[in-house]
């Protein structure tokens, strides 16, 4: 793997983050017997933030993103180097003293990740001082992405260069075992977009209110589900502004601060049942939400490009289509506005 951190300029895109080379192993005999099995196996360029430098660069080839992070001298770090030629890569570190991120997964057809081995030593080269040398860029960027990879001391020199030049930030939370991260900082409002699953938002909840929160409902019903995110969410207001909360097939929930009392509404999505795909999804939905959101449109068409963005993903083998291009129409999806408090009724 190896690490990318970039930002978007005023007139161009900047984002941040660590890139890395997965490999998927999808395996056709699965038992307790520990033998080889055979089984489909997938090189992949990957890492969250990548991803999303990827499909930024696709959706908005007239303004690329500008990507900053480190990659190894070695064939993975080509591979990768090579994804993102319609990225601005002048922020990426090449180094021979460590070797490109990788990542092996091992996945259980359409379900998800099962279990994943990380070697990721290249990340401690992103340093603050790799920061620091950017802030003349950061302090151009319209908005920086960042996601849950890079080290603790490199994620605060990030916010606190951000806050210092009104920066808007995005967190691409990652995974839900890492999406608290940036909250040990205890740098207040730094962020000012989060897009997490319900899951990684549930764990986030938990570690701000110091609560445990008692059993799943994601697989109950909508209501239930819509219900608990939105509590959730409501928790991780103080902390953050805007909660894009990404909720798989139903769609999404976006809750925001205001003036007076919080906007909370869901998103409906059109349930694709042909998935070809389940890594890039989430980063697919954040990076068209980022790119409208950049092109000034109001949030229910930021959700819509999102919401198309993250379909061409499901409906590709490739985690970040090849074919995405900013053709989609901005047509405002089904929106269900969500009350305060008391059960929902769609
Ligand atoms: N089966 C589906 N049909 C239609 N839309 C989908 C489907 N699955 C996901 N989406 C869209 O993609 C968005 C992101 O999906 P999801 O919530 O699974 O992200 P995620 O858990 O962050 O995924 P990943 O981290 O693997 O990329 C959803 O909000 C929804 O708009
Ligand atoms: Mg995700």
Redesign the pocket.
């Known amino acids: 793997m190896f690490i990318l951190l970039s930002c978007s300029l005023r007139s161009e895109h900047l984002i941040m983050t660590l890139a890395v080379i997965a490999v998927y192993a999808n395996c056709y005999d699965v038992d307790d017997s520990n033998k080889i099995t055979a089984g489909n196996v997938v090189l992949s360029p990957g890492g969250v933030a990548r991803n999303i430098a990827d499909a930024i660069g696709r959706l908005q080839s007239n303004n690329p993103p500008y990507f900053i992070g480190a990659i190894g001298n070695d064939s993975a770090g080509t591979l990768l180097w090579n994804s993102l030629e319609h990225v601005n890569r002048d922020g990426i570190l090449l180094t021979k003293n460590c070797k490109t991120a990788c990542c092996a997964i091992e996945i259980e057809g359409l379900h998800?990740p099962t279990f994943a081995v990380n070697d990721m030593d290249i990340h401690k080269l992103i340093t603050p001082k790799m920061i620091y040398e950017h802030e003349g860029i950061i302090s151009k960027s319209s908005v920086l992405i960042f996601d849950a990879n890079i080290p603790l001391e490199t994620m605060k020199a990030i916010l606190v260069l951000c806050m210092k030049h009104e920066i808007t930030v995005w967190f691409e939370p990652t995974d839900w075992n890492i999406v608290t991260k940036p909250f040990t900082l205890n740098l207040k409002n730094a962020i000012t977009y989060i897009s997490p699953?319900f899951k990684e938002l549930r764990l986030l909840s938990q570690y701000l209110t110091g609560k445990t929160y008692e059993s799943d409902s994601l697989y109950r019903n909508l209501n239930t589900l819509l219900e608990n995110a939105r509590d959730y969410a409501l928790q991780v207001l103080p902390f953050v502004p805007n909660i894009v909360v990404?909720?798989?097939?139903y769609?999404?929930l976006m809750v925001k601060k205001n003036s007076n009392n919080p906007e909370i509404m869901f998103y409906e999505?059109?349930?694709?049942h042909n998935?070809e795909n389940?890594?890039?999804?989430?980063?697919c939905?954040a990076s068209g939400y980022i790119v409208a959101m950049q092109n000034g449109l109001p949030v229910e068409q930021c959700i819509s490009v999102g919401?198309n963005t993250?379909?061409q993903s499901?409906i590709s083998p490739q985690t970040i289509p090849e074919t995405l291009s900013y053709g989609f129409l901005t047509k405002s999806p089904q929106m269900f506005e969500l009350p305060l408090t008391g059960r929902i009724y769609l």
């Open positions: 998800g699953n990404t909720l798989g097939k769609g999404v999505s059109t349930e694709q998935k389940v890594f890039g999804v989430g980063d939905m919401m993250a379909l499901v």
